[in-house]
C-alpha cells in the first residue's frame, strides 16, 4: 500500500514540475528597415507641360517603408506623394525621394522647349554594353518626345525648327557639330554633351550651360572655339574649352567676344591648352567673369579684357575674381587706348590694376599677372 501511495505522490509532483516549466516565448516576425532606395532613372529629360511617373525599389527587397517625394525647384517641376512629375517650366530641379533621413536618392530633371539625344546604339554589342553599364543612377528617360518632331538626333536639326527664345536640352554624347547660332536660344547639356565649336551670329542672346568645346586643331589667329558676334548677349556656365592636340598652342581663342557685347557673364567654365582664354573687345556693358579655371596658356594670355578703342568710346567695367590660373604666363591683361580713361573694374582675389607707365605699342595699358 505504501508504494502505491510513493507512486502517485511522485506523478503528482512530477506533472507539477512540468506545469512548472515556462514555455520559450515565440518572437513574432520583423519587417526589416529600408538601408537603401533606389529610384528607377537617374536623369528625366522632359518637355515643357509633359509628366512621368517615378518608381523606386529598396533594398533589402523584404523591407517596408513609406516614402515621400520633393523637389529643389517647384517652379520647374512639381512632384506629387505618388512620385508623378510634372514639368512647369524650363530649366533644372532635383526630385528626391526619401525612406528615412538618411536614406534616400535623387534624379536630376531637365526641362526644355525641345529635347536632343543622340543615337541610340544599334549593333547587339553596343546594345549589350549600353545595358551593361546601364545601372540605375546613371539611365536616362526622355519624356514628351516624338523622333523627328520634338525629339531631335542633332543641335542643327533642332535648332531648324525651334521658335525663339527656346530652351534646348542635349543628352550626352560626342555630336562632332560645329554650331551656328543666329537666333535667341539656351543650350542646356546633360553630361557635358561635346561639340567642336560654337559661333554666335550678330545681335542674338544665347545661354550656353554645361557644354564642352573641344577642337581637335587649334583655332587659327581670329578665330576660337566659341565665337560671340558683335552686339550678342552671352552667359557662359560650367563649360569646358580646350584642344585635343600635342603641338604647341598657336592661333586663336577660347571664347572671343566681339566689340559691343550687350552683356557677358563667364562662370564656372574649365578653359584650358590654348594660347588665348578669353578675349573681350570693349564694350559700355558689364562684364563679370569668375570662378574659372584656366590652365597651360604658356604662350598666351588668360583674360584679355579691352577697355577702349580708338573709333568708339567704349569704357568697359565690370568685375573680374576667384578664378584659378595653372601654367598661365600672364593671367590678366587689361587694355585701353588713350590717357582719359573713366571705365571701372572690380578685380578680386587681391589682383591689382600694375600701370605700364604707356610703354606698350598700342597706348597705356595695365598688366595683371
Not at 526641362?111 to 554589342?125: A, L, N
Not at 564642352?212 to 581670329?222: A, L, N, Q, V
Not at 588668360?302 to 568708339?312: H, K, P, V
Request: proline share 4%.
Amino acid at each position: 500500500m505504501k508504494k502505491v501511495w510513493f507512486v502517485v505522490i511522485a506523478l503528482v509532483l512530477a506533472v507539477g514540475m512540468v506545469g512548472c516549466v515556462e514555455k520559450p516565448t515565440e518572437t513574432p516576425n520583423e519587417t526589416p528597415k529600408a538601408e537603401k532606395v533606389e529610384l528607377d532613372v537617374g536623369t528625366l529629360v522632359m518637355l515643357k507641360e509633359s509628366s512621368t511617373t517615378l518608381s523606386y525599389s529598396l533594398q533589402p527587397q523584404t523591407a517596408v517603408a513609406e516614402a515621400s517625394y520633393s523637389s529643389s525647384n517647384s517652379e520647374v517641376v512639381e512632384v506629387s506623394k505618388e512620385g508623378v512629375v510634372r514639368a512647369k517650366d524650363v530649366g533644372t530641379a532635383t526630385v528626391t525621394v526619401r525612406v528615412a533621413d538618411d536614406v534616400y536618392a535623387e534624379c536630376k530633371v531637365y526641362v526644355g522647349h525641345v529635347m536632343v539625344q543622340k543615337e541610340t546604339p544599334t549593333t547587339s554589342t553596343q546594345k549589350a554594353t549600353l545595358k551593361k553599364s546601364a545601372t540605375a543612377s546613371g539611365k536616362i528617360r526622355y519624356v514628351g518626345g516624338k523622333k523627328g518632331e520634338t525629339l531631335w538626333g542633332s543641335v542643327s536639326e533642332a535648332l531648324s525648327s525651334a521658335e525663339k527664345s527656346a530652351t534646348v536640352v542635349i543628352g550626352p554624347g560626342e555630336y562632332g557639330e560645329a554650331l551656328s547660332l543666329s537666333q535667341d536660344v539656351t543650350l542646356l547639356g546633360v553630361e557635358r554633351p561635346t561639340f567642336e565649336s560654337a559661333v554666335l551670329h550678330e545681335n542674338i542672346r544665347a545661354k550656353l550651360l554645361g557644354l564642352s568645346f573641344s577642337g581637335k586643331e587649334f583655332p587659327p589667329e581670329g578665330g576660337a572655339l566659341v565665337k560671340v558676334g558683335e552686339g550678342c548677349e552671352l552667359e557662359m556656365k560650367q563649360c569646358i574649352l580646350s584642344v585635343a592636340s600635342d603641338e604647341n598652342p598657336s592661333g586663336g581663342y577660347g571664347l572671343l567676344v566681339e566689340k559691343g557685347c550687350k552683356g557677358l557673364v563667364v562662370e564656372e567654365n574649365t578653359i584650358s591648352n590654348l594660347r588665348y582664354g578669353v578675349y573681350v573687345a570693349p564694350t559700355d556693358q558689364n562684364v563679370r567673369i569668375k570662378k574659372n579655371q584656366l590652365s597651360h596658356m604658356e604662350m598666351g594670355i588668360g583674360l584679355d579684357i579691352r577697355q577702349q578703342n580708338s573709333d568708339q568710346n567704349y569704357p568697359t567695367k565690370g568685375e573680374i575674381g576667384e578664378n584659378e590660373f595653372n601654367e598661365v604666363v600672364k593671367k590678366t591683361q587689361f587694355l585701353h587706348y588713350g590717357e582719359a580713361y573713366e571705365g571701372e573694374f572690380d578685380f578680386a582675389d587681391h589682383e591689382k590694376e600694375m600701370e605700364s607707365g604707356g610703354n606698350a605699342p598700342s597706348g597705356g595699358s595695365g598688366l595683371l599677372e
